[in-house]
């Protein structure tokens, strides 16, 4: 849930998502869901005389299963929170591994 609680925060901003398929899109984010699917507004595509067929699309749906990698802008990119926040995350994990072995410890009993 982190990296979505992520993106949702960068909404309205510019973004840069690179597919599997090598086509790069940039445009700015109108949302993204919990399985990271993206979708785009007013794209453009960065290399437009390898993908003529894509110049009249203005807005797109990007399945979270076919992206490659996300370029965000570095000042929209708070690098402690998200170590924070990742930390965080990694500890609860933990406590719940922690208390499902020992659900499963006194079960055995």
């Known amino acids: 849930m982190l990296f979505y609680s992520f993106y949702k925060t960068l909404v309205g901003k510019e973004i840069t998502v690179e597919l599997k ?15 990271l699917n993206i979708k785009l507004k007013d794209i453009k595509i960065n290399e437009e005389q390898k993908y003529p067929y894509m110049l009249s699309v203005r807005n797109c749906f990007i399945r979270g299963s076919v992206v490659r990698y996300v370029h965000l802008p570095a000042e929209d990119v708070d690098v402690e ?10 500890r609860e994990q933990k406590k719940m591994q922690q208390m499902q072995q020992q659900q499963q410890q006194q079960s055995s009993k």
């Open 21 to 35: 398929n090598d086509l790069s899109i940039t445009g700015l984010l109108q949302s993204v869901d919990q399985f």
């Open 81 to 90: 929170t998200l170590q924070d926040h990742s930390r965080l995350e990694a």
